[in-house]
């Protein structure tokens, strides 16, 4: 049977849901050709392997279209001076004319001439005063804008972040970061400093771990978007669907909403553009106003049109040969052909679904879908609010959360919307203050008690897997 033809399955259980919903309260770019441009990460020791910066970068852009065809490329000389990155990225530069910006972050540990102090004791050789080479520091700056403008690229500098311990035992690195920022960098350790109790880096320093590259990433993108213009039309539109789209999920009505007339008026001439749209006007009037909206999208020869397949769903319209590449997205498709089967696989779908992104409201919704349709009838929300809150640094904002949560079934006309903001953050590891928590005690050496903080929580809470995964680490069951 098709999909279509399922999903008007017994008794259009869908639709027949849609048809009841309010209007989710009131009003609740690509290149012209050729291959992607490039944008260049430049760092010596922030940047170790920093690979997975570039893939958090890609993932967060690739679907928003914000920066159109676009590769993220790491660039990093750890250990080097700062003459050796300047000299790195004048060679790349001359390699091929593919690069549109170059985002160099300095001011890490390569930016003293002396001792490096995360090495152990029995590797340091000779001492020294540790003077910062802020002059040389600041002229490689210089020489890499000059470099990147010549070659047609948008020049972006800011300050390497640092942990505590960088800035309890090498203050002098604070001298050099103040120094940049005096010379136009951005501050990107403001927004770790806030972070200074959680543990991000693999020395205390400068070298980020798995979750300091995931906040990198965060603090990145707006600056990198805020320094380079929009290249044309559609990267402009694509722009302001984002900042509509977080408004959204940040619970920032007044935001949202007044973005809303400049969103429908504005030319959305591709599928993802058209689906935004679509999304953000039917988290304002409901999905029913807007389905003509939903039909009129042509997705083409793209499969991964963020929101599309799960508005078809809920429409009743044809699903297509959309694939989209959020997991949850496609968990969403399964629950759905299962709801429309009436099949008792439903439950364990929806359910398996949660198991796997606790931390993403919309697979709550899923599974709410599930037990005010097909059964047993459940009211899951309470359980899905207090696991939401042992999230933060996410895409959807508590305070939105509970606020769709008590919009049931309104919420669904959000859905779309939630999974287009959701893509900001794809592929990041979830963090939460219970977490932050278990990972200092691991940091000391007190992992049977780190792994007892992850277990702690209740019964009806649930621990994404990567969380499950460092408790095992730490402690086997």
Known sequence: MSLARALRGPGGLLVALLAALPGCGERLASAQSGAPDVVLLVGADTFAGGERVAQRLAEATVASDVLGPARFEVLAVPGGSPAELAARLRERLARAADVRAVVAVLGDLTALDGI??????????????????????????????????????????????LGRQGRIEVPELLDVARALREAGAVDLQAAFLAREDETLFTNG????????????????LPALLAALPSRDEDERVARLQATALEAFAQGREADWRALLPEVEAAPARTPRAAARRAALLSAAD????????????????????????????????????????????????????????????????????????????????????????????????????????????????????????????????????????????????????????????????????????????????????????????????
Request: hydrophobic residues 45%.
């Open 116 to 161: 490096d102090p995360s090495l152990p004791p029995q590797a340091r050789r000779e001492l020294s005063s540790r003077e910062p080479r802020t002059a040389e520091l600041l002229a490689a700056r210089a020489a890499m804008a000059r470099d990147a403008r010549a070659a047609g690229a948008v020049f972006l500098a800011a300050t390497a972040p």
């Open 205 to 220: 320093i400068d070298r980020l771990d798995d979750y300091g590259h995931d906040e990198l990433a965060r603090e990145l």
């Open 286 to 477: 409901g999905l029913l106003a807007h389905a003509a909206d939903w039909a009129a999208v042509d997705a083409g020869h793209e499969t991964d049109v963020p929101g599309l397949l799960t508005a078809r769903l809920l429409l009743q319209l044809p699903a297509g040969d959309l694939q989209p590449r959020d997991p949850v997205e496609q968990g969403f498709l399964m629950v759905a052909q299962a709801i429309a089967e009436a099949s008792p696989r439903a439950t364990a779908l929806a359910a398996a679904l949660v198991d796997s992104h606790p931390e993403r409201l919309e697979a709550w919704l899923a599974l709410q879908l599930v037990g005010n349709t097909v059964g047993p009838l459940h009211d899951w929300r309470g359980t899905a609010r207090r696991t939401l809150r042992l999230f933060d640094h996410g895409a959807l904002d508590i305070t939105q959360t509970e606020r769709l949560l008590d919009a049931w079934p309104a919420a669904l006309n959000a859905l779309p919307a939630l999974l287009c903001a959701s893509r900001a953050t794809a592929g990041q590891l979830p963090v939460g203050p219970l977490l932050a928590r278990a990972r200092r005690g691991a940091a000391l050496g007190l992992k049977p008690y780190a792994a007892t903080v992850l277990r702690s929580i209740s019964t009806e809470q649930r621990l994404p897997p990567s969380w499950r995964e460092l408790a095992d680490e730490w402690a086997p069951p």
